[in-house]
């Protein structure tokens, strides 16, 4: 398995979307992917200080991964609405991209959770209890949320349904 480092560039919270386009471009070509997830972003507003080349790198890779497999993106933990369209969380905001809320442990959205119209699903994201990491022959495990992990749960699922219908012959 081959794994990518997304290298900070200002702060923990930017990427460089160049190798991430790479990245989707690896994950279909080479790999086979069928869903991808990606927990990760930036508001449009931060998205649209990346050089044009940058960004239709991107969205370049973006398209050609949804020709054969299903791209999954977290819609953000900001608790902004969509109404501003500099607070769109990106790739998340990209069309044709699976984006995800984050649905908390009442069934309603989690305050934390950016939403609106431009994003496509809501699904559990509250205190879920997950791996984190491995110490001294130890699990390491925690409740943690946010639509990261709501992503996640969403590509789970939608490779299951994949699966299912592969199996199916449909």
Request: proline share 2%; with cysteine.
């Amino acid at each position: 398995m081959v794994k990518f480092r997304l290298q900070p560039i200002q702060s923990r919270n930017t990427f460089d979307f160049t190798v991430l386009a790479k990245a989707l471009d690896w994950a279909v070509d080479k790999a086979g992917a069928s869903v991808i997830n990606m927990s990760l972003g930036r508001s449009k507003k931060d998205y649209d200080t990346l050089s044009s080349a940058v960004r239709s790198t991107f969205e370049v890779a973006i398209a050609k991964a949804n020709t054969k497999s299903v791209v999954v993106a977290a819609a953000g933990n900001e608790a902004k609405p969509d109404t501003n369209l500099n607070d769109i969380f990106y790739p998340a905001g990209l069309e044709g991209v699976v984006s995800v809320m984050n649905q908390g442990k009442d069934g309603n959205l989690y305050s934390k959770s950016n939403y609106g119209l431009s994003y496509s699903l809501c699904a559990p994201g509250e205190s879920i209890y997950t791996a984190n990491g491995y110490s001294a022959n130890t699990s390491l495990y925690h409740e943690t949320g946010g639509t990261s992990i709501a992503a996640s749960m969403v590509s789970f699922g939608t490779a299951l349904l994949k699966l299912r219908m592969q199996i199916e012959g449909r």
